[in-house]
T-cell receptor, first 115, second 112 residues
Framework: SQTIHQWPATLVQPVGSPLSLECTVE??????LYWYRQAAGRGLQLLFY??????ISSEVPQNLSASRPQDRQFILSSKKLLLSDSGFYLC??????????????FGPGTRLTVL | GEDVEQSLFLSVREGDSSVINCTYT??????LYWYKQEPGAGLQLLTY?????DMKQDQRLTVLLNKKDKHLSLRIADTQTGDSAIYFC????????????FGTGTLLAVQP
């Protein structure tokens, strides 16, 4: 069966510090991978998605970046965090199938607080 | 354009039915989804409906789709306190991105 992991679960970082959040998927190959942010009281905002190793598409201009060094690993990074980067970060994956079904499976999330 | 809207809050009594509504704007959406998010957790897929269907029932859940009005609803029968959560609807945008566009989420509070 497929599982998705995110770490850390919670993180408190000072403004201006770097960030690295990791997401890994097990039990599948060639998934589409997604990073979302959920700010307090807001819906989900798609930040990045990836259809393959080294292939990253950005949805929203910001000081965050994403990388996919391996097929089932997706990393969200920042060189210098801003207060507005606080939020709940969710990683999701979608199986590579020929169907048009776009069901995505979500990880447990990382709660980031920037002080 | 891509925009999905939901009411922010719904309060019901335990045992009553809950109806959560959603409107979307992209008529080319092929699948529409309902996700549940419990406090501090990720999203869990509850159910989905294909755009050529009007209704789908799955145990206590009933999804109604009015494609003409681009309106989607989720009815939860016999609502329990364990149903308290945020419910997101999402529309599927096909193509290379395979994106899901999520609504703002509806917080369902179930009173005992």
């Amino acid at each position: 069966s497929q599982t998705i992991h995110q770490w850390p679960a919670t993180l408190v970082q000072p403004v201006g510090s770097p960030l690295s959040l990791e997401c890994t998927v097990e039990g599948t190959s060639n998934p589409n991978l997604y990073w979302y942010r959920q700010a307090a009281g807001r819906g989900l905002q798609l930040l990045f998605y990836s259809v393959g190793i080294g292939q990253i598409s950005s949805e929203v201009p910001q000081n965050l970046s994403a990388s996919r060094p391996q097929d089932r690993q997706f990393i969200l990074s920042s060189k210098k965090l801003l207060l507005s980067d606080s939020g709940f970060y969710l990683c999701a994956w979608k199986p590579l199938t020929i169907r048009s079904h776009n069901e995505q499976f979500f990880g447990p999330g990382t709660r980031l607080t920037v002080l | 354009g891509e925009d999905v809207e939901q009411s922010l809050f719904l309060s019901v009594r335990e045992g009553d039915s809950s109806v959560i509504n959603c409107t979307y704007t992209d008529s080319s959406s092929t699948y529409l989804y309902w996700y549940k998010q419990e406090p501090g957790a990720g999203l869990q897929l509850l159910t989905y409906i294909f755009s050529n269907m009007d209704m789908k029932q799955d145990q206590r859940l009933t999804v109604l789709l009015n494609k003409k009005d681009k309106h989607l609803s989720l009815r939860i029968a016999d609502t329990q306190t364990g149903d308290s959560a945020i419910y997101f609807c999402a529309e599927s945008i096909n193509g290379a991105t395979n994106k899901l566009i999520f609504g703002t989420g509806t917080l369902l509070a179930v009173q005992p």
